[in-house]
């Protein structure tokens, strides 16, 4: 995972809510995972690792549109961040993100 020039970029750890959290690459992880945010000028992309681990996967669904109600990074992260929390077993949606 590398950060485009002009991207935010927020991390933190949350405890996978049930279900788990569905990657592209592995699907579902579960347990103590760090999400990272990153937001560019028209879309926002979503990964997760076990934390402690090296390894970055993409979260289902991601990279989605930026909404228009996402005035700032740090918002819009911990909407995010607070779906992982309640679990995400089938990926991001706009939905799972109330902002």
């Known amino acids: 995972m ?3 020039t002009g991207t935010e970029r ?3 750890q949350v405890v996978a809510g049930p279900g788990g959290v569905m990657t592209d690459e592995v699907g579902v ?3 103590d995972l760090t999400v990272a945010t990153e937001l560019g000028p028209r879309q926002v992309r979503v990964w997760v690792q076990y934390t402690g681990a090296e390894e970055w996967y993409e979260v289902t669904g991601s990279p989605l549109p930026v909404p228009d109600a996402a005035d700032t990074g740090m918002r819009l ?3 995010i961040v ?3 929390a309640t679990g995400l077993p089938t990926g991001l949606t706009s939905a799972a993100l109330p902002i």
Do not use: K, L, R
Request: charged fraction near 5%; hydrophobic fraction near 40%.
């Open 2 to 4: 590398s950060t485009p």
């Open 29 to 31: 992880i579960t347990g």
């Open 10 to 12: 927020y991390v933190d």
């Open 77 to 79: 992260h911990q909407a």
């Open 82 to 84: 607070a779906a992982a």
